[in-house]
Structure formats: structure tokens, C-alpha cells
């Protein structure tokens, strides 16, 4: 049985890795990272002045120091066993794509020259043709273009055999619109930029850079490799389509608190130093909720960094996973009735004259600045929250969200008590009481905003944590890069517009400022207070609570996705110059053709294995009972009927509802819009009625005749 032999073949564990006495990780660090320093030892002066300016100021590359660079990239990448180099890119599909192109042509005399020149450095020309772009591009002007991120610095991916040189790429169509989730990116953190500058101005704290910083902890599960293959379900759509639940699973909580078990940790310990290798400052590793399941999480970078760092660790901990045997899954919801995997997107912004403008500050002006900023952030969600859905929408993430484990899809704003009654007071115009005694609030007074103030609620979607926002509702699989577009671009409309109302404002004095701040201040508290919610997520009081202030409450990707089509985000992404209507509608396109997609290859994945392994077992186990019940009946004993009779009412019940599903899948909706509602009405709640006699039949059939893995297997064997 294939359940037995992958039993039989588990919980391996390689005998020696590399010896981290001789090359501690600290000594690999960044060593596969065309850095900073790195260029600053190689490239001339002059160039490399040029090249930092155009990094740190966010402008366009200077096409005479390309060729420098690229002539300093290729010295360095040979040096280190380098072949060839890729452009990288993103393409919406949300994967990492790359062409690799060898760095050596043939010369005159039969010998070969390596070759790398800056146009080539600056752009490639991949076959897009192959990567969905929503209808911006027919396969017959297949040509888009890929053009060097010099915000993100080139590195060097190792392979069995082999190294090649990574560089991250932006990817446009020859009509100049994003193919890609990077461009948009990039784009947005522009917009952030110019807003953000206008307020700050205000504070005397503009004039440089200010960027979104973005730390996302990855949650993922590891089981098995031999199990994972004896499961069609996990190989072809990352989740289990069946499968009871075993009698332990996370019920006494003992697995978030138990030690990491050795065959885990040791792949670890090796992924988090490739990822070293790759300058990703990897901080944090623990077991999660489940059994299982694991997190990782990095420092904070830069946004546009940390969204291709981000790519990397995913890549990194899948890779490394199966030389320990192992099967890294990043699906939401691989098992029912077990916690799913997120990932929280830690969301700040800030600059090197700025701070970091969610930290609270410590003097009447840095609260005020604070003060500002948070506020433009909370009607920033307010208004668009519908768009935060939409960023985090897709098949598998519609599993998670509202499950009782991870946020509801109800975007609301964790504040925490003392930041709550600090923005009540001002709108209020309110005394509070201090450790210092009463005060009279108001910008110019306000006592001292705690650093890591309130409770960590974790039921919250959008949770301000002491000196960030942590943005939970994003799915372990998925890219940060649309949550952070959305992110940078909602909160760039309100610095606008907080910026236009101060710029109204007379300021003349720190006084006068205080008074327009507070104003402004409590204009958006008084409207927008409904997006406020610090209590318990999960409670169905809050359902109605929110359904009472008017909060939209999107549960399926199939409600939430239309709204990327919306007027609202159409004027909001085209006024900040991140995506245009087309290209907005493309990614509508993809993104509703991948949901649909991936619930048909579900619904014809669990067809094939109803069909193929569970109804031959069962009638396997039927026609051993009934042959058992003639047998006893033979020899004049009254057989019990019982668990025979259940078998059989499963079996046809397991046969109604496959036949109905078939059926279900030759229909389709007229638009893209029905056609995901049909998915989320009829298709997804058929698989559900299959999967409930599977599962019975699971707690019937004898284990020696059960074809799958089981929970209890995946979950527990290490
Ligand atoms: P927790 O699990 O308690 O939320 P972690 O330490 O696992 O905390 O993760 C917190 C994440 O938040 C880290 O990735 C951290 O670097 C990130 N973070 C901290 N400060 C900022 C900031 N200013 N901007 C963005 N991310 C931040
Ligand atoms: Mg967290």
C-alpha cells in the first residue's frame, strides 16, 4: 500500500551537513551580494558616487556607469564560479521567474569570451508571452522588456553544478505597462515618497528619502517528503482535499512551546544560512500553532527589498526543505481543522531625517508628526479597506481568513487602549489622566505615547504594534507585493491629503501648528472611528457589531476581487501614477482566471482521487464485510448488518456527489464574475459534501486498505 511504504520510508535524517564550527554563518554573511561594499572596492569613484545617488534618491541610472558596473558585476560573479546570469522577475502569477543566459560567446578562434555589458546589465528581453498578462499583451507582440531594479542589489544563487547571477528586474510591456508585481511596487514608494515630503515639511523633518520599511514573518508547514507524494491532493493543489481529523492534533497547545525537533532545526539552520548568504537578516524561527507548522521572520528592509527578499526566503525554504527530506508547504489551509499559515506584513515608513514615522516620539513635535501620519494611515484603511481584501484575495487564503484562527475578512484597526484614549481625548477635546496627574490633551500636550503600548491582539487584521502596523490578513503563499502597493499608495493619498489641509492651515507659529494638526487630527477620529476595533476578532458579537457600522465584510476572493475594478481604486491607483485602469483590469483578469483555476484543478484533483483510491478501498472493505456476513450466516450465526449498511449508504453518497461535481464542471458563468461565483456557490460546497463521506469512510476503513497518509501521519511523523 502506498500509505504503508511511505510510513516505511519516513523520518530521515542526513547524516552530516556542513560544519558550522569551521564556517560559522556570521563568516558567509551577504558573501553571495553584489553589496554596497562590495561595488565600492571594485567600481571607480566616480561611478560609484553616481551609482549610490541613483539608488538613494530613487532616480534613473546613468547609462555610462552601467557599463561599469555590469564590467565590475561580471569580474566579481566569475571569481566566484559564475557561469551565467538572469534577469529576475515577477511575474502576477506571484512566482520568481528568471532566463538564464550564459556569460560566455565563442570568439574568432575557436576559444570562448566572457561577456557583460551594461545595456545587457540594464535590460533583457524574456519571452513573456508565457506569463499571464490579463489581456495587456496578445502572444503575437509577445515582446516585453526587463529592466534592471538598481534599488535591489544582484546576488548569486547556488545550485548543485552550478551558481548564477541573479538580478532583479522590473517587467514591462514594449507599451510600458507593468507585466509585473515589482513595477508597481517601485512605483508606488515614489508616490509615498513625494507625499510623505510634504508633510514632514511641516515638522522640519523632509528632504530625504522616506520609504516603506516591510518585515513579513512567514508561517509554513514541513511534513514528510514520502508522504507528500503518496498525497495527489498536496502535490497538485498544496492542500489536503480530504482527511479526518486525528484524535491530537493542536488541542492542549503543546506544540508552540515544545523545542523544534532535530531533523526541523537542522534544516533550518542551512536554509537560514543561504538565506544569510543572500544578505537576508533573518532574526526569529519557532514552531507555530499547529503541529508542524514553523515561522520564520527578517529584519525590516526597505519595502521593495524586503518584497524580493521575501521571494527569496519562500524559494530558499522550499529548496533547502527537500535535502532534509522534507516538504516545505506555504499553502493557508493545507489541513481543515488545523491552524492555517500567514504571513503578517510588519508595515512602517520612514526616513534617515524623518525616523521611523509610526514610532511615537518624545518630544510635543514628534507626537504631532506621529500623530499625523497614524491618522492619515487609519482613514487610509477606512476608505479602502475593501482594497485590502482584494490585495490579500485567493483561493487558498479564502480558507483561512474568518476561520477562527486568522483574521476575519473584516478589515478593521487594532489600536491598543493607551493610543485609543489618546486619539478619544483630542477629538474629545478631553482631560486624561496621567501618571503625571491630569492633562488636558491636545497636540502640544500630550503625555508620552508608551513604546510598545497595549495588548497584542491577535485576532486583529491591521494591528498598530507599538511602532508599525502589522497587516495579518496576507496568506503564507503570496507576495508581499500587492499588499504593499496597496499599503504605500492608500497611505500616500491621505499624507496628500493631510498635507493639503495643513498647507491650508495657518502654521506660522508651533502653536498655530498644533492647533491645525489637532484639527486634523480629530476630523478623521470623528470619521472614521468605525475602522476601530480592539477587541476579540473572532467573536461572532463582532460580526454584527461591524455589519452594525457599516464595515464590509468580503468572505470570499469571488466578492473581493471585483473590487479591483472598482471607480474608486481606478482613480486612486491612476492619480498616484502606480497602475492605470488597463493594467489594473488585467490584474483583475489574471487574478479571478487564477482563483477559478485553482478550484477547477481542486475539484477535478478530488474527483480523480474519489474515483481512484477512496471508492475502490471502500468497496474493497464492503465486499470483505459482506463476505464476512455470508460467512457467518452459513454457519447459522445472525450477522450484524450495521457497519456494512453505513459503508454502502457512504459509498453511494460518495458516488452521487462525485457525479454531481462532474457535472458541475461542465457548466460556466457567462462573465469572469459568474464564473467565480459559481466556483464559490457550487463547485467548492459539492467538494465539501464529498469530502464529509471521505471522511467518515476514513474512520471505517481499515488502515491497512486506507490508500492515504493520514492527519495523525503528516502531522506527527518528523
Ligand atoms: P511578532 O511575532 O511578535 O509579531 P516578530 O519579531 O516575529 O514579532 O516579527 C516582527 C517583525 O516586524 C520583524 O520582521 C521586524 O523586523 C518587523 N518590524 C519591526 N519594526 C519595523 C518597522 N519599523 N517597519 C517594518 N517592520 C518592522
Ligand atoms: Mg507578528
Redesign the pocket.
Known amino acids: 500500500m502506498a500509505r504503508q511504504e511511505a510510513i516505511a520510508a519516513s523520518g530521515y535524517l542526513p547524516e552530516s551537513g556542513f560544519d558550522y564550527t569551521i564556517s560559522p554563518t556570521a563568516s558567509v554573511w551577504g558573501e553571495n551580494v553584489f553589496s554596497f561594499a562590495e561595488m565600492a572596492q571594485r567600481l571607480p569613484k566616480a561611478v560609484f558616487k553616481t551609482l549610490k545617488k541613483t539608488v538613494e534618491a530613487g532616480e534613473p541610472l546613468d547609462p555610462i556607469v552601467a557599463d561599469a558596473v555590469a564590467e565590475a558585476m561580471k569580474t566579481w560573479a566569475i571569481d566566484r564560479g559564475v557561469t551565467h546570469y538572469a534577469h529576475v522577475f515577477y511575474p502576477l502569477t506571484g512566482l520568481t521567474a528568471e532566463k538564464h543566459d550564459s556569460f560566455y560567446d565563442p570568439d574568432s578562434n575557436g576559444g570562448t569570451i566572457a561577456q557583460f555589458e551594461g545595456k545587457t546589465l540594464i535590460q533583457g528581453e524574456p519571452d513573456g508571452s508565457s506569463f499571464p498578462n490579463g489581456g495587456i499583451r496578445a502572444t503575437f507582440e509577445a515582446r516585453g522588456y526587463t529592466i534592471w531594479d538598481v534599488t535591489s542589489p544582484a546576488y548569486i544563487m547556488e545550485n548543485p553544478n552550478g551558481a548564477t547571477l541573479c538580478i532583479p528586474t522590473a517587467f514591462v510591456s514594449w507599451t510600458g505597462e507593468a507585466l509585473d508585481k515589482k513595477t508597481p511596487v517601485l512605483r508606488s514608494m515614489q508616490a509615498l515618497n513625494e507625499q510623505a515630503q510634504r508633510v514632514l515639511k511641516f515638522f522640519g523633518t523632509d528632504g530625504s528619502f522616506v520609504s516603506?520599511?516591510?518585515?513579513?514573518?512567514q508561517e509554513y508547514f514541513l511534513i514528510d517528503k514520502n508522504l507528500y507524494f503518496a498525497r495527489q491532493d498536496l502535490m497538485s493543489c498544496g492542500r489536503t482535499l480530504f482527511g479526518a481529523a486525528p484524535a491530537k492534533h493542536q488541542q492542549f497547545d503543546d506544540h508552540y512551546f515544545g523545542a523544534i525537533p532535530e531533523r526541523v532545526l537542522a534544516c533550518m539552520f542551512e536554509a537560514e544560512r543561504e538565506m544569510a548568504k543572500q544578505g537576508i537578516?533573518i532574526?526569529?524561527r519557532?514552531n507555530e500553532v499547529a503541529p508542524g507548522q514553523y515561522?520564520v521572520?527578517?529584519?525590516?528592509e526597505f519595502g521593495n527589498v524586503?518584497t524580493d527578499h521575501q521571494q527569496l526566503i519562500m524559494v530558499t525554504l522550499k529548496k533547502v526543505a527537500e535535502k532534509y527530506g522534507l516538504i516545505c508547504l506555504m499553502h493557508e489551509k493545507p489541513f481543515a481543522g488545523v491552524n492555517g499559515s500567514g504571513k503578517?506584513l510588519?508595515?512602517?515608513?520612514?526616513s534617515a531625517k524623518a525616523g521611523?514615522m509610526?514610532?511615537p516620539g518624545d518630544t510635543p513635535q514628534g507626537n504631532a508628526q506621529f500623530l499625523v501620519v497614524c491618522s492619515a494611515m487609519i482613514k487610509a484603511v477606512f476608505k479602502h479597506s475593501k482594497l485590502l481584501r482584494a490585495v490579500v484575495a485567493s483561493a487558498s487564503n479564502d480558507h483561512r481568513l474568518g476561520a477562527n484562527e486568522a483574521p476575519p475578512a473584516i478589515l478593521s484597526i487594532f489600536l491598543g487602549t493607551e493610543l485609543n484614549s489618546i486619539f478619544e481625548a483630542i477629538a474629545g477635546g478631553k482631560a486624561i489622566k496621567t501618571k503625571k496627574g491630569v492633562m488636558h490633551v491636545g497636540v502640544d500636550v500630550l503625555p508620552p505615547i508608551p513604546k510598545h503600548s497595549g495588548d497584542?491582539n491577535r485576532t486583529s487584521p491591521f494591528a498598530f504594534?507599538g511602532?508599525?502596523f502589522?497587516f495579518r490578513a496576507v496568506g503564507s503563499n503570496q507576495s508581499i507585493a500587492g499588499p504593499l502597493v496597496a499599503l504605500n499608495t492608500i497611505l500616500a493619498e491621505q499624507l496628500d491629503e493631510a498635507a493639503t489641509i495643513l498647507e491650508k492651515a495657518d502654521t506660522s507659529t508651533p502653536k498655530k501648528l498644533g492647533a491645525a494638526v489637532e484639527k486634523y487630527v480629530k476630523g478623521v477620529w470623528d470619521e472614521c472611528k468605525a475602522v476601530i476595533f480592539n477587541g476579540d476578532g473572532y467573536s461572532d458579537a463582532w460580526h454584527k457589531e461591524a455589519e452594525k457600522r457599516g464595515l464590509p465584510n468580503l468572505k470570499t476572493s469571488a466578492d473581493a476581487l471585483p473590487e479591483i475594478k472598482s471607480k474608486e481604486v481606478a482613480a486612486l491607483f491612476k492619480k498616484y501614477k502606480v497602475l492605470s485602469k488597463r493594467e489594473l483590469d488585467s490584474r483583475y483578469e489574471v487574478y479571478a482566471e487564477q482563483y477559478v483555476g485553482a478550484v477547477i484543478v481542486e475539484a477535478k484533483t478530488c474527483i480523480e482521487m474519489a474515483r481512484t483510491q477512496i471508492f475502490p478501498a471502500a468497496v474493497r472493505y464492503q465486499t470483505e464485510l459482506a463476505a464476512a456476513l455470508a460467512n457467518l450466516k452459513a454457519v447459522g450465526v445472525e450477522p450484524d448488518h450495521n457497519t456494512l449498511d453505513i459503508i454502502t449508504e457512504l459509498i453511494a453518497k460518495l458516488q452521487d456527489s462525485v457525479a454531481d461535481l462532474v457535472g458541475l464542471l461542465d457548466s460556466h458563468g457567462k462573465s469572469m464574475e459568474a464564473e467565480c461565483e459559481h466556483m464559490r456557490d457550487a463547485v467548492l460546497p459539492k467538494m465539501l459534501e464529498i469530502r464529509e463521506a471521505v471522511d467518515t469512510l476514513e474512520g471505517y476503513v481499515p488502515t491497512d486498505i486506507w490508500p492515504l497518509p493520514t492527519y495523525q501521519d503528516m502531522l506527527f511523523i518528523k
Not at 212 to 217: L, N, P, Q, R, Y
Request: hydrophobic share 30%; charged share 25%; aromatic share 10%.
Open positions: 516603506s520599511t516591510a518585515g513579513a514573518e537578516p532574526k526569529t519557532h515561522e521572520a527578517p529584519v525590516f524586503a503578517h510588519n508595515f512602517s515608513l520612514g521611523n509610526f514610532d497584542r504594534t511602532n508599525r502589522e
